[in-house]
T-cell receptor
Framework: AQKVTQAQTEISVVEKEDVTLDCVYE???????LFWYKQPPSGELVFLIR??????QNEISGRYSWNFQKSTSSFNFTITASQVVDSAVYFC?????????????FGKGITLSVRP | GAVVSQHPSRVICKSGTSVKIECRSL??????MFWYRQFPKQSLMLMAT?????????EQGVEKDKFLINHASLTLSTLTVTSAHPEDSSFYIC?????????????????FGPGTRLTVL
């Protein structure tokens, strides 16, 4: 069974602060994908990143960065110099590679509020 | 590319009526589509996997007779909530997987629709 844990439920920061969203996962698969999605108040899911299990390189995209640590089964997401527009719910998700295992399992989400 | 639409975006209906939600892949073919339900302030829960030309596979606890799924073409899947009740009020989101991924679309990637907010009075 797959499981994604996002222990933080709500985070509030002041604009320009850095913030890290934690994600811990469990899977018996040896190959899998990890994702982060953003869900603004409009409700539409915005894809942020997908990493596969054999690529542990950290990734940076503008103000966003991701730290994948297989040893601790974590895939944390950091927003640098946060902005009000970053306010949203952020979901971490996990899927296997093929067939029934390719279903997405979502964490419970973290509500991020960035105050001006 | 890889755009998924849903219609309607918002629907309000009376208890006991049936509501149909459409999910379309606009610029790619999708042999597999997924239906999720999201209650307020909760996560997305997979309801069923819809395969073109065959019966949908429902997750445990989801009533297939209540949530009818039809995937009649490579670009359209529909979810019908039959005899809707207030407890069915939720945000329903579909996603589609590109049958022929190329270019910017990667294998097994799911593209999400904008969601349909259902309110049953």
């Amino acid at each position: 069974a797959q499981k994604v844990t996002q222990a933080q439920t709500e985070i509030s920061v002041v604009e320009k602060e850095d913030v890290t969203l934690d994600c811990v996962y469990e899977t018996r698969d040896t190959t899998y994908y990890l994702f982060w999605y953003k869900q603004p108040p409009s409700g539409e899911l915005v894809f942020l990143i997908r990493r596969n299990s054999f690529d542990e390189q950290n990734e940076i995209s503008g103000r966003y960065s991701w730290n994948f640590q297989k040893s601790t089964s974590s895939f944390n997401f950091t927003i640098t110099a946060s902005q009000v527009v970053d306010s949203a719910v952020y979901f971490c998700a996990l899927s296997g590679f093929t067939g029934a295992n390719s279903k997405l399992t979502f964490g419970k989400g973290i509500t991020l509020s960035v105050r001006p | 590319g890889a755009v998924v639409s849903q219609h309607p975006s918002r629907v309000i209906c009376k208890s006991g009526t049936s509501v149909k939600i459409e999910c379309r892949s606009l610029d790619f073919q999708a042999t597999t589509m997924f239906w999720y339900r999201q209650f307020p302030k909760q996560s997305l829960m997979l309801m069923a996997t819809s395969n073109e030309g065959s019966k949908a596979t429902y997750e445990q606890g989801v009533e297939k007779d209540k949530f009818l799924i039809n995937h009649a073409s490579l670009t359209l899947s529909t979810l019908t909530v039959t005899s809707a009740h207030p407890e069915d009020s939720s945000f329903y989101i579909c996603s589609a997987r590109d049958a022929l991924p190329s270019g910017s679309s990667r294998p097994d990637e799911q593209f999400f629709g904008p969601g349909t907010r259902l309110t049953v009075l």
